[in-house]
């Protein structure tokens, strides 16, 4: 990329930094749905030279020296995870692996050693038990909660000698969040292990007591892979029991990773600015960088690269459809735009206003591009359902709009039914699932319609996060009614402190739901079961701290997860990043 290419983004004050790439929290370009006879204004537009961050750089080819230190490092680790005799120590292995983000380099390896112990319950203490089922559970083995049985009284609460091991208390804690639903025991021993943890804080050491407060801010199973990896090097790099090779391996792999994801996120930004929509628009969110980010969260290995690059095009493409149906069209526009996608041809954009023209078009080609790579990749033609996917969507964004237009204000129901659709969460599973092409048949696109339960349910968590994170500022500007009003007003609610925590508790039987879908849903590969997960993941990272103007923007966590090296601490980060 040449030093004069440039990013433009939309600078508007007082609008969170954050969005989804679904309905909430766009920039209050004009006003919610303008009249005919309203003049168009131009957002300002802030430019940002490319020069200041390094996305020139050439991803290592298979003769550069850290290419070659890389199979070295991995060879070792490899055989350390081999030659483990001991079940604890491999499974304690196994965990630090992935939490340095590097087990895609060791998955056989990986099921070979879980393969021995899944069967085993032998274990005495409440460590090794809680730790062996929250891996199994983590890497989609099949695992019954009944291990958990042996610690429980006779009026089945957990025995208090259990709380004297403060690693086990924690370890307890990160495998109860693995609960599927019904499983009481596993509800217990979180509120059980959560209580314990809590007393425990002013009698520990400060370097447990920050670990502990960690996990009781955010549990392991909701983080962010990317970011918790970066974060454990640091903690890692300071216990006496780490394995030098294994976290040299984990720095240079997390490096050299840095190197493809800026190479990525040069060619989306290339396309986005050849494409020139918003240039040519005069509205709509100029977000290359906030679409990858999404997509680094949902499919961090390295090997979905194609799907992170065409995925984040379709996702920037979606923004600006977003924005269109939220602040830009008059409702008869949006009428008419919905019925053009609907028929689906490129005579049905005749009638359209000329900016419409140009949005059609675009959704129009990124469709037909991103179906024509999956049947030249995995031999299946996928135009049809890839359709129905925008056309649902854009129903969804018409509803809200008639809402709006008609003041009208839906119950919670009604509203996270339509908004999950909304959100695009659905959307961009289908198209991942399609463009990782893992066994990909007839059989597996057929399933596609309707969504499958575990695509919803993980967009359920991404739009209630949304609404949590973003209602204060959107109320502010006259947006639609979100969750929390929706809420409030068919439950009489006034206090909307009481309304968030309802919805909170919502969120949390929802990941109960997600859990038990992730190991039920045996019809889809793991790696798109994982991908939900993964989405919930990003939206509650996202999203969790609302309008804190303390916490990152997306233009921070870029420069973390993606110029950031593994040589720089989190101590020495100059933004306070809470996994």
């Not at 168009?40 to 940002?48: G, H, K, N």
């Not at 290592?60 to 070792?76: A, Y």
């Not at 720095?251 to 996120?265: F, G």
């Not at 790579?373 to 854009?394: F, N, P, S």
């Amino acid at each position: 990329m040449s030093s004069s290419t440039i990013i433009t983004a939309i600078a508007e004050p007082g609008v969170s930094s954050f969005t989804s790439f679904g309905y909430r929290n766009r920039p209050p370009l004009m006003n919610k749905v303008r009249n005919l006879s309203c003049k168009t204004s131009t957002p300002t537009i802030m430019q940002l030279s490319i020069n200041s961050l390094p996305l020139t750089q050439k991803m290592p080819s298979q003769t550069n020296p850290m290419t070659t230190s890389l199979e070295q490092l991995k060879i070792k680790s490899q055989e350390v995870l081999l030659n483990s005799s001991d079940s604890l120590r491999t499974l304690k292995l196994i965990d630090t692996i992935q939490r340095l983000g590097i087990e895609h380099h060791f998955e056989e390896e990986i099921n070979l050693q879980l393969g021995k112990v899944k069967d085993c319950n032998n274990a005495k203490d409440i460590f090794a038990t809680a730790l062996q089922f929250r891996l199994l559970r983590q890497n989609g083995w099949s695992t019954s909660s009944d291990v958990f049985n042996k610690f429980l009284d006779k009026s089945g609460n957990f025995k208090e000698s259990v709380t004297r091991d403060i690693w086990g208390m924690l370890s307890l804690y990160e495998a109860s969040y693995f609960g599927a639903q019904g499983e009481e025991v596993l509800q217990r021993a979180m509120e059980f292990s959560m209580a314990h943890l809590h007393q425990s804080l002013p009698l520990l050491s400060p370097e447990v007591g920050r670990v502990v407060v960690e996990a009781l801010k955010l549990p392991r199973h909701q983080r962010m892979s990317r970011l918790e990896a970066k974060n454990y090097m640091v903690q890692y790099n300071k216990e006496s029991s780490q394995i030098p090779a294994l976290l040299q391996f984990a720095r240079l792999e997390y490096d050299t990773l840095q190197l493809i994801h800026q190479n990525e996120l040069v060619e989306i930004s290339r396309w986005w600015k050849n494409l020139g929509l918003i240039e040519r628009l005069g509205f709509g969110r100029d977000g290359p960088r906030e679409c990858f980010l999404w997509m680094l969260g949902v499919f961090p290995e390295p090997c979905y690269s194609n799907c992170r690059i065409e995925l984040a095009k379709a996702i920037c493409i979606l923004q600006v459809l977003d924005d269109m149906f939220d602040t830009y069209g008059t409702l008869d526009e949006l009428i008419l735009f919905t019925e053009a996608v609907q028929r689906w041809d490129l005579d049905a954009m005749e009638k359209l206003p000329e900016y419409m023209k140009i949005c059609y078009m675009a959704l129009y080609n990124i469709t037909h591009e991103i179906a024509y790579k999956i049947q030249k990749d995995h031999g299946q033609t996928v135009v049809a359902c890839l359709k129905k996917t925008w056309i649902d969507l854009l129903e969804a964004y018409l509803i809200e709009a008639k809402w709006f237009n008609n003041k009208y204000v839906p119950t919670f129901g009604e509203y996270l039914d339509n908004g999950v659709i909304s959100s695009g969460s659905c959307l961009a599973l289908v198209h991942a699932t399609f463009l990782i092409g893992d066994n990909l048949s007839k059989e597996t696109i057929s399933m596609m319609s309707p969504y499958p339960r575990l695509f919803s349910c993980s967009g359920e968590i991404l739009r209630l996060w949304d609404d949590l994170g973003t209602s204060k500022e959107e109320q502010k500007r006259g947006d639609n009614a979100c969750s929390i009003q929706c809420l409030m007003k068919e439950n009489d609610i006034s206090d909307e402190t009481f309304a968030r925590k309802h919805i909170r508790q919502v969120i949390g039987n929802l990941w109960s739901e997600l859990n038990s879908l992730v190991i039920a849903t045996t019809t889809l590969p793991f790696t798109i079961r994982k991908a939900s997960l993964n989405m919930a993941r990003t939206s509650q990272f996202i999203y969790q701290h609302g309008d804190d103007q303390t916490m990152p923007t997306v233009n921070d966590l870029v420069n973390v997860l993606l110029f950031t090296p593994s040589s720089k601490s989190r101590e020495e980060s100059d933004t306070n990043f809470v996994v």
